[in-house]
């Protein structure tokens, strides 16, 4: 995804990355290159949603719904990743996870 059409992260991101550069700049760097490979950024950024959801990650698991739907990646596509979840981390967890996933999308509505 090109940073152009990367949505703008959340003020308290700015602000953390404002008070520890390099930390952002770290940050960037791990990025890029796990960035670097074979698979499409579709792919990966379906891949990187499935991970902040078997880690039960909120901000992650948002920040990747805003990042999903900058790229069209379709709602449904991010519905069925939650859908393999329950017999991996349990019913509450995805329920959780739903929950996130809901309040992500009505937030950018």
Same mark, same amino acid.
């Given at each position: 995804?090109?940073?152009?059409?990367?949505?703008?992260?959340?003020?308290?991101?700015?602000? =953390?990355?404002? &008070?520890?550069? %390099? *930390? @952002?700049?770290?940050?960037?760097?791990?990025?890029?290159?796990?960035?670097? @490979?074979?698979? $499409?950024?579709?792919?990966? &950024?379906?891949?990187? =949603?499935?991970? +902040?959801?078997?880690?039960? &990650?909120?901000? +992650?698991?948002?920040?990747?719904? &805003? %990042?999903?739907?900058? *790229? @069209?990646?379709?709602?449904?596509?991010?519905?069925? #990743?939650?859908? *393999? +979840?329950?017999? *991996? #981390? @349990?019913?509450?967890?995805? #329920?959780?996870?739903?929950?996130?996933? $809901?309040?992500?999308?009505? %937030? $950018?509505?």
């Amino acid at each position: 995804m090109s940073e152009g059409t990367l949505p703008k992260p959340p003020k308290a991101y700015q602000t =953390f990355i404002a &008070r520890y550069p %390099k *930390l @952002g700049e770290a940050w960037d760097s791990m990025n890029e290159a796990g960035a670097e @490979g074979p698979l $499409d950024e579709k792919t990966a &950024r379906l891949i990187k =949603f499935a991970i +902040a959801v078997g880690a039960l &990650r909120e901000g +992650a698991i948002r920040s990747s719904v &805003r %990042k999903a739907k900058a *790229l @069209g990646i379709p709602e449904a596509e991010l519905r069925q #990743v939650i859908s *393999l +979840a329950p017999t *991996l #981390v @349990g019913m509450p967890a995805t #329920v959780a996870v739903d929950s996130w996933v $809901d309040a992500a999308y009505n %937030k $950018d509505s």
